[in-house]
């Protein structure tokens, strides 16, 4: 069975420093990664993903992900926060060789971030 | 292009009431699914469907039933609600059985049942 582990409920950050949400995966194939974020009252917007190629992913409003197979960790990271970062963070993961999965993505329990001015 | 469209966005049932959650998507995915999202537990699957005629079982389908008749379209219903089934819900869809596909979210339907 597939899991995703997010260790932190919350993130805390000042705007303008570096921001990082954690996320480790256990998957039987080929890991195949998502990022999503929620804001208040919101659907999940799609960030980044990893399937295949280079293990730093660059993905929507200036975060990027860094793919580490032998750490099995995919943590997001953006240089530097904006108080409208503010938000909830998914990581996700799907078995890439199982073909038949469809949309079958395990989510992780999610991140709270707030970045403070 | 609308997306991925979800009504209602709240409701308040009583528990016992049947009611049913509408999804659309207008981006001719194959693959519709329903998930719900409860605090420290990221989204769990509900049901999906991997083209109109065939829906499946996810992880936690209990209480809840799912049809597709069209491609465009996947309701859910709550045929007797709980108040364990106080939920956010959200409808996904993404276009084939790749894996890599991206999946997109629906706004979400806030659901209280008392």
């Known amino acids: 069975a597939q899991s995703v582990a997010q260790p932190e409920d919350q993130v805390n950050v000042a705007e303008g420093n570096p921001l990082t949400v954690k996320c480790t995966y256990s998957v039987s194939g080929n890991p195949y990664l998502f990022w999503y974020v929620q804001y208040p009252n919101r659907g999940l917007q799609f960030l980044l993903k990893?399937?295949?190629?280079?293990?730093l992913v660059k993905g929507s409003y200036g975060f990027e992900a860094e793919f580490n197979k032998s750490q099995t960790s995919f943590h997001l990271k953006k240089p530097s926060a904006l108080v409208s970062d503010s938000a909830l963070y998914f990581c996700?993961?799907?078995?890439?060789?199982?073909?038949?999965?469809?949309?079958?993505?395990?989510f992780g329990g999610g991140t709270r971030v707030l970045v403070k001015p | 292009n609308a997306g991925v469209t979800q009504t209602p966005k709240f409701q308040v049932l009583k528990t016992g009431q049947s009611m049913t959650l509408q999804c659309a998507q207008d981006?001719?995915?194959?693959?519709m699914s329903w998930y719900r999202q409860d605090p420290g537990m990221g989204l769990r699957l509900i049901h999906y469907?991997?083209?109109?005629?065939?829906?499946d079982q996810g992880e936690v389908p209990n209480g809840y039933n799912v049809s597709r008749s069209t491609t465009e379209d996947f309701p859910l219903r709550l045929l007797s609600a709980a108040p364990s089934q106080t939920s956010v819900y959200f409808c996904?869809?993404?276009?084939?059985?790749?894996?890599?596909?991206?999946?997109?979210f629906g706004e979400g339907s806030w659901l209280t049942v008392v």
């Open positions: 990893y399937i295949t190629g280079d293990n």
């Open positions: 996904a869809s993404t276009y084939r059985a790749n894996s890599g596909n991206t999946i997109y």
């Open positions: 469907s991997v083209g109109a005629g065939i829906t």
């Open positions: 981006m001719n995915h194959e693959y």
């Open positions: 996700a993961v799907r078995d890439g060789e199982v073909e038949a999965a469809g949309n079958k993505l395990t």
